[in-house]
DNA sequence: ACTGTCTTTATGACTAGGTACTAATTATTA
DNA sequence: TAATAATTAGTACCTAGTCATAAAGACAGT
């Protein structure tokens, strides 16, 4: 695997750090490979740009995305909960971040909004398991990175096992979501309406 | 830390198991310590459960968390992409695990659902972005652990810069999802409508 | 050609967090 | 009390490094 002449000190450690980046689980014996170099330079090279060893990278990734699993996907709620009247209303602030976005445009992606909507109105419910029946929604502007969205639920009507709830999501008191969730509790027979 | 008594082995072993499930980034010295035994049975006790060195954890926490942020939050489409015609319509299929459901009652939650369609709306339609203008959607039966999710859009109308998409979710033939979704392309301004 | 500096490579001692194995000690039970 | 199970101790070895020191190679300026 003899590359191009070998690279200059320079590119060779600009390479290092764009292909940790790419693919982090590489040990330096691969990576001194890979450049065509001692493992000691790479090492040195390392050392130089302040990226840490292999089982730290692990750590690191392993502890990051653990975090980000747990509270993305078995989160009870999408976004910080910061008031809440079981029964009537609630809500919630969501920080977007880049991971939530397209990378083209920097517009976060429908169902995050969704999500933290959802989420939030059924938080809002006062029964022990509630399924979503109907929603109808409308984005009213794109959300861009770093907007923080700050949805407020409301709890407008009960009808035997539905519940109606309406949530609005606004980014600096500007409206860009409202939408109208029926909830079902499970608490007897669900099926078709 | 002296517990009660000290445990059996097997009550041991299963606390174990249990401890590792929820921190699984612990070195044998600080669980040996917390089960007040000495290293070597706790190595004994990981032997026999088969539960691998704290190492081969982050690597396997930090590979598996890797594949997941990546096509959980960054993918293009929630699910996978079986067939996609551009402009016509497209089909994905999305197995659900126990992280995508309410631990109780095993029901998946909605956002789920509505990412998956709405990840395949946007991808049928054949404009560089999008952005979901209104959604107007249906549960039409609680989805459980293990379900296989196979959605079907449909691009059934274009007006100017908005589409609509129509799309269907089934598992096992029978419909448990509907929504209609309006997307607005992004190639000239996007205000109110 | 010689010197000085940068870069690369080599070498050895040491570390964490183990595996794999043997042996000895302590508890429990028949 | 003897047999069996559970626990602890100890050793050699492993990986993927760190840290420090030294030596060799490359290239420029004089």
């Not at 059924?122 to 029946?133: P, R």
């Not at 109907?134 to 009808?159: F, H, M, Q, S, T």
């Amino acid at each position: 695997m003899s590359k191009r002449k070998r690279l200059s000190k320079k590119e060779r450690q600009e390479k290092l750090k764009e292909m940790i980046k790419e693919d982090p689980f590489q040990n330096d014996e691969e990576l001194a490979a890979s450049f065509d170099v001692s493992i000691q330079t790479l090492r040195l090279d390392r050392m130089e740009m302040g990226i840490p060893e292999l089982r730290e990278r692990f750590r690191n990734v392993a502890q990051g995305n653990y975090e980000k699993v747990r509270s993305m996907v078995g989160a009870e709620i999408v976004g910080e909960l910061i008031d809440l009247t079981l029964g009537k209303q609630g809500i919630s602030i969501l920080e977007t971040n880049e991971e939530m976005t397209f990378k083209k445009t920097n517009i976060v992606r429908g169902h995050h909004i969704f999500s933290q909507a959802e989420s939030l109105a059924m938080a809002v419910i006062d029964a022990d398991v509630a399924l979503t029946g109907v929603a109808n929604i409308k984005y009213l502007k794109p959300i861009y990175l770093g907007d923080k969205l700050v949805a407020k639920a409301e709890l407008v009507r009960i009808r035997g096992n539905k519940h109606f709830v309406h949530v609005k999501i606004s980014v600096n008191q500007k409206q860009v979501f409202r939408g109208k969730f029926i909830f079902v509790s499970l608490s007897m027979d669900v099926d078709e309406e």
